[in-house]
Nanobody, 129 residues
């Protein structure tokens, strides 16, 4: 089982920026060569929703329409860490942000939380108006 640790959540004013990190450990390099990492978020009373995903080497990235143009996903494959740069934050971006990993390949198009088997503990992002 891979272990995921998120960090970087904070309270920020609308229009501000944050960078979230997700560090993965617990698997061999061969395993990492097939997995896809994604960020999800969940606001109080709402379902967990897809934010963005990235393939194992960072060459393919996909965003939810609600964050496209404002959020940027990247990864450092040497450090097995994925970064979510969030700019021009809005109050509606407030949520607990979770990092998750799936063994499904990026080309499978999986964005349903049920398809991701490993999750971090989450990090709180609060955007004040």
């Amino acid at each position: 089982q891979v272990q995921l640790v998120e960090s970087g959540g904070d309270l920020v004013q609308a229009g501000g920026s944050l960078r979230l990190s997700c560090a993965a450990s617990g698997r061999t390099w061969n395993w990492y060569a097939t997995y896809t990492t994604a960020w999800f978020r969940q606001a109080p009373g709402k379902e967990r929703e897809f934010v963005a995903r990235i393939n194992w080497n960072g060459a393919s990235i996909d965003y939810a329409d609600s964050v496209k143009g404002r959020f940027t996903l990247s990864r450092d494959s040497v450090k097995n860490t994925v970064y979510l740069q969030m700019n021009r934050l809005k109050p509606e971006d407030s949520a607990v942000y979770y990092c998750a990993v799936t063994r499904f390949s990026y080309t499978s198009g999986k964005t349903d939380p049920a398809d991701f088997g490993s999750w971090g503990q989450g990090t709180q992002v609060t955007v004040s108006s």
